[in-house]
């Protein structure tokens, strides 16, 4: 069956815009996950969303960061007035059982100039 | 606060070489579960194995081999006879409660697998 899924798989923008990225993760996993990860750095947690439940958001670094989670599929990170420091390889992984064994999408690698 | 450090930043060896990627964690508790990750050059993370902190028996698929000691808070990945396509970026890492009652996952920073033919 289908994996997760990330969209743009790539994303030039310009410092202190908007950039929205998009997972649509395995049909049925009810959790959901984003990671960052910054050259020869490992995954840095950002969100993580489990059914109807309210989000565990202890990861992201900073309010330009959100994150959410429509339907109980579809996700969408939002990076407010984009940073240089934010470049990376923003990755979204899915599970259905606890403790979860996730499976992750190709990544979409962004970079603020 | 739980913690996985990978010492070895990278690892070059010829093909057919045993090679020993080493996970040490950290955590206060007592029920976690341990992971590991395959990252090759193409960037899509892959799961390879899964353990809970109540079974240290090691396990064996193929060519890949693991060591979990709770003594030593370790969770040892062996590659047997490597070849050219183990070449990666392998990740450990360790999925315990969070403050927030979620089990969020703590990656190490990874081990770079080369392997030279």
């Known amino acids: 069956g289908a994996g997760v899924s990330q969209s743009p798989s790539n994303k030039v923008t310009e410092k202190g815009k908007d950039v929205e990225l998009r997972c649509d993760p395995i049909?049925?996993?009810?959790?959901l996950y984003w990671y960052r990860q910054s050259l020869g750095q490992g995954l840095e947690f950002l969100i993580y969303f489990q059914g109807n439940s309210a989000p565990d958001k202890s990861g992201l670094p900073s309010d330009r960061f959100s994150a959410e989670r429509t339907g109980g599929s579809v996700s969408t990170l939002t990076i407010q007035r984009t940073q240089q420091e934010d470049s990376a390889v923003y990755l979204c992984?899915?599970?259905?059982?606890?403790?979860?064994?996730?499976?992750f999408g190709p990544g979409t690698r962004l970079t603020v100039l | 606060a739980q913690k996985v450090t990978q010492a070895q930043t990278e690892i070059s060896v010829v093909e057919k070489e045993d090679v020993t990627l080493d996970c040490v964690y950290e955590?206060?508790?007592?029920?976690?579960?341990l992971f590991w990750y395959k990252q090759p050059p193409s960037g899509e993370l892959v799961f390879l194995i899964r353990?809970?902190?109540?079974?240290?028996q090691n396990e064996i698929s193929g060519r890949y081999s693991w060591n979990f000691q709770k003594s030593t808070s370790s969770f040892n990945f062996t590659i047997t006879a490597s070849q050219v396509v183990d070449s990666a970026v392998y990740f450990c890492?360790?999925?315990?409660?969070?403050?927030?009652?979620?089990?969020?996952?703590?990656f190490g920073r990874g081990t770079s697998l080369i392997v030279h033919p």
């Open positions: 992984a899915s599970s259905t059982d606890r403790p979860h064994t996730q499976y």
């Open positions: 049909s049925g996993h009810t959790a």
């Open positions: 955590t206060r508790d007592t029920t976690y579960y």
């Open positions: 353990r809970n902190s109540f079974d240290e």
């Open positions: 890492a360790l999925s315990g409660l969070s403050s927030g009652g979620s089990y969020i996952p703590t």
